[in-house]
């Protein structure tokens, strides 16, 4: 191969799909500064507009007391690298007409303030949209703009818990049990990033902006998706069976020499295969195990079956031979064991940036879950310091070095 496919990632550029788009980003800790983060790896500017008081609390929060003392706290770095930062009381009068003057060269606006905070410091959509008719603003927050618990505080514990995700996750003795990241800021931040991208590209047809409603509960029942539908179409309420796949038999986690591997036979091909493969043939003409129904009928039989063969190899020669016959498999490994895995390393996907701050001279951060043919996504610079770019960003709006002294003074920036 010659294209562009068959390029070595270390020869591709950055990424530059939304290098003429400004973003003005009010959010904090997750679900917004994901969205955020994931344009700015496709380069566009993307700026933070931060409460002088502190900034977004992420940089309080991490594994590094050291590091949250410095304001750089890991859940901050993660993903606002690529970013600039301006420090803005927007409850002043003076710091609102700040922002309504950025506006004015800006294509979006993102905020995750809880509904109705941004209407009441006079910068909600509709005003902003007399300044700029072309403008796309983007709210998150927990439960959308709209319902009987638009109001509430929403953290994804919380929405882990009333989205149903927390009732399917875990088994009959551990459930409910929350997944082990923030997995609905996250599915929320990517939700945006996508409504964002769909509205700027449809403005350029119309010349038009929009205002999106991004509800965190709403972008998890979205993607829950099987677990959704077979309730809603089949009258089948989800249940929490811990490791293995609802959908077929034998799916899930077994125990091999040394520790848990994945096996999903899910085709009847599969399961034959895998049969043989752990001689285990006489499972074939046991009519308990004959089709896809008998075995998720019969499978806390058929997986006692199956990890007594696996004990003796271990998971990575299971892992080998059983993807080498077309029976898919993988070890179930640990955060740091699959970034240090060749597979991992081979796509880039952990980019290291130098940073001399907080006593780090580098640091390293996830790029998007994607690839390009002629361009790689990723951040052009480390995340920013607390109003880090206040002399750039406020002189393209008229305001010299004293100017922004006597407003930091009053801590308006």
């Not at 709403?218 to 309420?237: F, H, I, K, P, R």
């Not at 998007?368 to 480390?382: K, V």
Request: charged content about 20%; glycine content about 10%.
């Amino acid at each position: 191969m010659t294209d562009a496919r068959s390029r070595q990632a270390t020869d591709l550029p950055p990424a530059d799909l939304l290098a003429s788009v400004r973003v003005l980003d009010l959010t904090n800790v997750l679900s917004g500064p994901y969205c955020t983060y994931q344009m700015a790896m496709l380069g566009a500017e993307i700026i933070k507009v931060e409460n002088p008081d502190g900034g977004d609390l992420a940089r309080q929060l991490g594994a590094s007391p050291d590091l949250n003392k410095h304001m750089l706290g890991t859940s901050f770095l993660a993903q606002n690298a690529g970013k600039k930062s301006v420090s803005l009381n927007l409850k002043s009068p003076e710091g609102a007409a700040l922002f309504r003057q950025m506006v004015q060269t800006a294509d979006v606006v993102v905020e995750n303030f809880r509904p109705g905070v941004m209407q009441r410091l006079g910068l909600g959509y509709d005003e902003l949209s007399e300044i700029n008719p072309a403008i796309i603003y983007c709210a998150i927050s927990g439960f959308g703009q709209e319902g009987p618990l638009r109001g509430n505080p929403a953290y994804d514990q919380i929405v882990q818990g009333m989205s149903g995700v927390m009732s399917i996750t875990g088994d009959k003795d551990s459930a409910p049990l929350r997944v082990g990241y923030p997995l609905c800021d996250t599915l929320g931040g990517l939700s945006a990033a996508f409504a964002v991208v769909s509205a700027l590209y449809a403005r350029k047809e119309s010349g038009k902006g929009r205002f999106i409603d991004v509800s965190m509960l709403d972008s998890t029942l979205s993607a829950l998706g099987w677990a959704v539908s077979n309730y809603l179409l089949a009258g089948v309420e989800p249940r929490p069976i811990g490791n293995q796949n609802m959908t077929a038999a034998p799916s899930g986690v077994f125990t091999a020499a040394d520790g848990p591997l994945n096996i999903a036979a899910n085709k009847q091909e599969q399961f034959e295969t895998l049969c043989r493969l752990i001689q285990r043939e006489h499972l074939l003409s046991d009519p308990r195990f004959a089709g896809r129904e008998d075995r998720k009928l019969n499978r806390d039989a058929l997986n006692a079956e199956i990890d007594a063969a696996l004990l003796g190899r271990t998971a990575a020669e299971w892992e080998t031979l059983l993807n080498e016959a077309g029976v898919p498999s993988g070890r179930v490994l640990t955060i740091p064991e699959v970034l240090a895995s060749e597979q991992v390393r081979s796509r880039r996907l952990v980019q290291e940036l130098p940073y001399e701050h907080g006593g780090l001279d580098s640091i390293r951060v996830v790029r998007g879950g994607y690839r390009l043919g002629d361009s790689e996504p990723g951040a052009r610079c480390a995340p920013p310091l607390l109003g880090e770019h206040n002399a750039q960003i406020y002189a393209e709006i008229g305001l010299d070095a004293e100017a922004i002294a006597a407003l930091k003074d009053r801590r308006i920036v």
